[in-house]
């Protein structure tokens, strides 16, 4: 994964009071730690953070208060998911090896879809360990032989880098296809024809018998 700049000031007062003013002025507050150095109070562009979370950023080289290459270890966000709080960013090395959660995406065309099926992702992210300089954009995993009542796994991704390993358990399921809804009921009634009991009917008919 190719490193992003990202410039960073030095945060001298902490507290959510100072947080807040931060947020006002459009920065964001965060912590950088690691390699057995002291962790440093940090402000950073919340414009910059938010292009670096789209495009999936998991590597950044600091520029500023810090220097080096540093890993977005974890995003903390508002109740909502529409607001970023907060970043902790690790320090980070090339013979360090890192946890990681990476977007897994489906590649092709499932045979499911003509055999009645829809095919359903239960899982959008999976965790790695990985060399930060190794971490993907994206893993993969290919539908194009996935049939109705089938499903692929974790240790069905085809795109793991060299040397990383899966934190995921690699028999969770990624992807599955599955009937659509509402054929069951379709089939049923398909297979049972018959003319269908209306209220009130009975007892009429039982009335009538009597008379």
């Given at each position: 994964?190719k ?46 953070m ?7 950023t998991?590597?950044?080289?600091l ?6 290459q540093?890993?977005?270890?974890e ?15 690790l320090?980070?090395?090339?013979d360090?090896?890192v ?30 360990e ?18 109705l009542?089938g ?13 990383a ?8 399921m ?18 049972a ?7 009130g009917?009975?007892?009429?008919e039982?009335?009538s018998?009597?008379k």
């Amino acid at each position: 994964m190719k490193s992003e700049k990202l410039p960073v000031d030095a945060r001298p007062k902490v507290g959510s009071r100072n947080n807040l003013k931060l947020r006002r002025e459009g920065r964001m507050p965060a912590v950088l730690y690691g390699h057995n150095e002291p962790a440093m109070a940090l402000s950073l562009s919340y414009d910059s953070m938010k292009t670096l979370l789209r495009k999936h950023t998991k590597l950044v080289d600091l520029e500023g208060a810090a220097s080096g290459q540093a890993l977005l270890q974890e995003v903390t966000w508002d109740p909502f998911h529409r607001e970023v709080l907060h970043i902790d960013l690790l320090r980070v090395s090339a013979d360090d090896r890192v946890q990681v959660e990476v977007p897994v995406l489906l590649k092709g065309e499932a045979p499911g879809h003509d055999q009645g099926g829809v095919v359903e992702q239960v899982l959008t992210e999976i965790e790695i360990e990985v060399a930060p300089f190794d971490i993907p954009e994206f893993l993969h995993v290919d539908v194009s032989k996935l049939n109705l009542g089938g499903a692929l796994m974790v240790k069905d991704i085809y795109d793991l880098p060299a040397g990383a390993a899966f934190v995921t358990d690699a028999d969770e399921m990624v992807v599955h296809c599955v009937r659509a809804a509402g054929d069951a009921d379709i089939a049923a009634v398909t297979a049972a024809p018959g003319e269908p009991e209306v209220i009130g009917r009975k007892e009429a008919e039982e009335e009538s018998e009597e008379k």
